[in-house]
């Protein structure tokens, strides 16, 4: 368990046949740093603002009463 805390995995097998693997389990980031959400936003895709706020009301229930009726 201490070898997999530190980050190796292990095959389990059975009479030599795979039937599992032992991984860690990945850590979950709280928040990603500036430079990296910066360098992904280079590569997305431009948003049409006009198209996003048509799905928008699309999808808005306009019959809807207020959050506490």
């Known amino acids: 368990m201490d070898a997999v805390?530190?980050?190796q995995s292990f095959t389990v097998?059975?009479?030599?046949?795979?039937?599992?693997?032992l991984i860690p389990l990945r850590q979950r980031r709280r928040f990603v740093p500036r430079q990296e959400f910066a360098?992904?936003?280079r590569n997305?895709?431009?948003?049409?603002l006009?198209?996003?706020r048509a799905d928008q009301d699309a999808a808005l229930d306009h019959e809807a009463g207020?959050?506490?009726e």
């Open 13 to 21: 097998t059975r009479d030599g046949h795979r039937i599992a693997e």
């Open 66 to 68: 207020g959050a506490y």
């Open 5 to 7: 805390e530190h980050g």
């Open 44 to 48: 997305a895709p431009a948003v049409d």
């Open 39 to 41: 360098a992904m936003s």
């Open 50 to 52: 006009e198209a996003f």
